[in-house]
């Protein structure tokens, strides 16, 4: 089983390779960020900027979506043509990649993706809560990590640290792939994703608002959750639109907050992969995925269970249907949900 | 909203979208056969009920609306084969949505009338016009800048 850091060597390597003679023009990977527990996204043209790569228990977001920009701007140079991008994909990742290339945001034969394993992506939040100040670096393995902080050196079970998003694991498979490097890593797979979902459903409505209206009045339409997501990838988004009464960056009203959510979730609806994103980027921590989720639920519930992303051919719910589908009032009377 | 200025009696405010091959048909024969259903439904004529995304719905809320309704032709009817049945899928969604954020759930519905059935659309606009009124003003739902 190689550890975290030998991954990253061994991807570091992997890319430099491509770059220098696998027909790769650009690796989209991780760089070291302002702080240790914050890698961003980074692009490497060339082997010795990749001495900046990152990978470890923080190189969670997702870099599928920058494809759609890359691609569109190689287009655009007109040079370089047929030039493919390296993208590093976890597991959960390549059902991203899978549903950009299935909506056509993205073409195969533009993109290398190699997969790596994937040992579960911590939560910066939750190490806060656990004590930590100034987190200045961290040694990691498969099940703990080693948190060098200015409040002193504290070792911490990686299950209590990892990401929402992680305890409900998709698994080790990845949904689209040119190789893989580091595959069957352990993952934390079996939570039951829906618990918040039941939780909130068995509430009386009185309290799903109160709920709801605490939670979304914190939005301050920021817009992080649609530009992290891989399915929000529209030319023209609705919200962009100065007609669309929506306040661009300011809620002015209640009415905005909600529209804004039930919008942004229903868009998205049936092609959903749960990846989680749209909640990890939240600034203010709106448990976006508890929206999402309910839509899968629903989708399940209604017309078979679907996992947007595993397979790109497969239609989405949203984009098909069935002579004897639930009827919305038979849905309305039985109080939602399953 | 529109809360009656002399008797103070509460009339809820409905929007019906009605598909223009089933639901408008039947609400013209509703007029013509003189059957009555409240006047404070305002219909809006769509060309199919796929026509109807969650965000008009939404909207009507937003500008005053206490109930919205989207009648459209039967399943099978379809003018268009099959709209009805994408925008079934869709609004079983949004319902459920919208009642999983706490909104009451009689507010929305769907019927699906087809042009013969004048019967059906009076009936049920009258249900769904009690059912609205009984709830009362959709406070969860408004927005204080489109207030009168």
């Known amino acids: 089983m190689p550890a975290v850091k030998e991954i990253q060597e061994k991807m570091r390597a992997r890319a430099g390779e491509l770059l220098r003679d696998g027909g790769v023009s650009m ?8 702080f240790c527990h914050d890698p961003e996204p980074a692009f490497f043209e060339s082997e010795a900027e990749l001495d900046n790569f990152v990978y470890d228990g923080f190189s969670s977001p997702l870099l599928s979506k920058y494809l759609i920009e890359t691609i569109r701007k190689d287009k655009q140079k007109g040079e370089g043509k047929g030039s493919k991008f390296l993208v590093f994909l976890k597991p959960c990742d390549s059902y991203g990649l899978n549903l950009l290339l299935k909506e056509h945001r993205v073409e195969r034969e533009r993109v290398y993706a190699v997969g790596v394993g994937c040992p579960g992506m911590l939560d910066v939040d939750k190490i806060r809560a656990a004590g930590v100040k100034n987190m200045r670096s961290f040694d990691e393995t498969e099940t703990e990590v080693t948190i060098h902080a200015s409040s002193g050196d504290k070792t911490l079970a990686r299950r209590d640290i990892l990401l929402e998003k992680c305890l409900v694991c998709k698994g080790p498979e990845f949904a689209v792939q040119d190789e893989v490097l580091a595959p069957g890593l352990p993952s934390f797979e079996g939570g039951d994703r829906f618990a918040g979902v039941t939780e909130l459903e068995s509430m009386s409505p009185e309290e799903r608002f109160s709920f709801w209206r605490n939670e979304l009045s914190r939005c301050i339409r920021c817009n992080a959750c649609r530009n992290a997501c891989p399915v929000c990838s529209c030319n023209k988004c609705v919200f962009d639109n100065p007609q669309s009464g929506v306040q661009a960056k300011s809620n002015a009203d209640s009415f905005e907050e909600n529209m804004f959510h039930i919008v942004r979730a229903f868009h998205v609806a049936g092609r959903c992969s749960d990846c989680g994103e749209c909640s990890r980027v939240c600034p203010q921590k709106i448990p976006l995925h508890l929206l999402n989720r309910k839509f899968i639920k629903d ?3 209604f017309y078979g269970a679907f996992q947007a992303g595993a397979d790109a051919e497969a239609r989405a719910p949203l984009t098909n249907y069935e002579f004897g589908d639930v009827e919305p009032g038979a849905v309305v009377k039985r ?4 | 909203m529109p ?22 048909a039947g609400a013209d024969l509703a007029g013509s056969s003189r059957l009555s259903y409240p006047a404070d439904v305002k219909i809006i004529r769509v060309p199919c009920s796929c026509r109807v995304n969650p965000l008009f719905m939404l909207r009507a809320f937003q500008r005053g609306a206490d109930g919205v309704i989207m009648c459209g032709c039967h399943p099978g009817d379809c003018h268009y084969t099959s709209g009805n049945y994408f925008a079934r899928r869709r609004m079983a969604l949004l319902f459920s949505m919208l009642e999983y954020l706490g909104i009451e759930k009689g507010r929305v519905r769907v019927e ?7 019967q059906k659309f009076a ?5 769904f016009a009690e059912t609205v009124a009984a709830l009362g003003e959709c406070k969860r739902l408004e927005d204080l800048r489109c207030q009168p």
Not at chain 2, 112 to 118: C, L, P, Q, Y
Not at chain 2, 123 to 127: C, F, W
Request: charged content about 15%; some cysteine; proline content about 2%.
């Open chain 1, 27 to 34: 690796a989209l990977g991780w760089k070291r960020g302002e």
């Open chain 2, 123 to 127: 009936i049920t606009m009258n249900q």
């Open chain 2, 3 to 24: 809360i009656n200025a002399e008797s103070g009696e509460f009339k809820p405010m409905i929007v019906a979208f009605c598909c223009n091959w089933c639901s408008y």
């Open chain 1, 299 to 301: 989708i399940n519930a």
């Open chain 1, 335 to 338: 109080g939602g949900g399953a």
């Open chain 2, 112 to 118: 699906w009338v087809s042009a013969a059935e004048g």
